[in-house]
């Protein structure tokens, strides 16, 4: 009798071991997954963070190289040299153009938060308040409004910068 509990302890013995590894592999590898959905998720909120900028940054270029083309438009305007006008003005509604298409590529991922409707009327208002301005003045020829307008353009310009630093550093805050 004492035989039969000693091989039934064994026994025991062995199973409670070998339920406790198992359990212990079923948890780790549940950790495991757990943490491998985490950094997907990561990944994903990192690519999306990455379009976003990418997209942003490239609105911005095309609205400096539109702001560039229209002054050197009106510079080849004051010089008489038609040509290189509707060269350059061609260039500068093609890069405004392109502008607008990358800022519609952001708005389509941008995330919901004040920053990035911040940087959205900041856009907006560079576009309405500068860059259509400073069309209308090369169209009129008139330098004063062209210039007022260049002025204006520089300084929204500036002030989307400015937005766009802001929800590029909250958006690392809140990812980080």
Do not use: H, W
């Not at 198992?22 to 998720?41: P, V």
């Not at 229209?70 to 350059?88: H, I, L, M, Q």
């Not at 169209?139 to 910068?161: C, H």
């Amino acid at each position: 009798m004492n035989r039969v509990l000693s091989n039934l302890s064994v026994k025991l013995g062995l199973t409670l071991v070998l339920a406790i590894f198992s359990l212990l592999i079923i948890t780790i590898a549940f950790l495991g997954y757990q943490a491998g959905e985490e950094g997907s998720t990561s990944l994903k909120e990192l690519d999306l963070s990455g379009d976003r900028t990418l997209a942003l940054s490239r609105s911005q270029r095309s609205i400096a190289y539109a702001q560039l083309f229209y002054v050197s438009s009106f510079d080849a305007f004051e010089k008489g040299d038609a040509s290189s006008f509707r060269d350059y003005l061609a260039r500068a509604q093609d890069a405004q153009r392109v502008a607008q298409d990358y800022f519609t590529e952001f708005e389509a991922t941008k995330p919901e938060s004040a920053l990035s409707d911040t940087v959205t009327a900041t856009y907006e208002s560079l576009i309405q308040r500068g860059i259509i301005p400073l069309e209308e003045a090369l169209n009129t020829g008139n330098s004063s409004q062209f210039n007022t307008a260049r002025e204006m353009v520089s300084d929204l310009n500036q002030q989307l910068i400015e937005a766009v630093s802001l929800d590029f550093s909250q958006g690392i805050k809140e990812s980080g």
